[in-house]
């Protein structure tokens, strides 16, 4: 399938994850993983970066307006979870139970940008492992 013939939530996507990488990058992190999955998993992991000894699993969300919600008020419990599963599966196949980890959420929201383009908004430890699944509460 070429690029013109990608369902466009597909290319629109890849862009917001480019961005939030490019974002990411200028801040001193580096890349490790890309859409993560693992094996038999329903859960996937848009990046995953490091920064010093913090290990950072990022969820990226984009929406083309903040008509209907912001786009990190979208990273519910069911989403956290899968995450969680995949984050630790990532962690003991990498042998990495020693690293700081982080869950942070990379939103973007395209219709306010202005002429600057789209509103990037990085929300650090937006929720946390060790809480139980649905505690998060989104940002208020």
């Known amino acids: ?12 996507g890849e ?4 961005l939030a990488s490019a ?8 890349l490790l993983e890309r859409n993560y999955r693992p094996k038999g998993s329903s859960g996937e992991i848009d990046l995953i970066v490091e920064r010093g000894v913090e290990l950072v699993f990022v969820e990226v969300r984009y929406r083309r307006s903040s008509a209907y919600g912001a786009p990190e008020e979208t ?6 979870r899968r995450i969680l599963l995949a984050a630790m599966e990532y962690v003991a196949k990498k042998r990495l139970a ?19 383009g789209p509103i990037l908004e990085h929300f650090e430890d ?6 139980p699944i649905g505690s998060f509460v989104p940002f208020v």
Do not use: C, N, W
Not at 15 to 18: D, G, K, N, S, V
């Open 98 to 116: 020693r690293r700081a980890i982080r869950f942070d959420i990379i939103s973007i929201t395209e219709g306010t940008g202005g002429p600057e």
């Open 23 to 30: 974002h990411l990058s200028a801040r001193g992190y580096a």
């Open 75 to 80: 990273v519910r419990r069911g989403k956290q």
């Open 15 to 18: 862009r917001a994850e480019q």
């Open 1 to 12: 399938m070429s690029g013109a013939e990608r369902a466009p939530h597909l290319v629109m």
């Open 126 to 131: 937006a929720f946390d492992a060790d809480l």
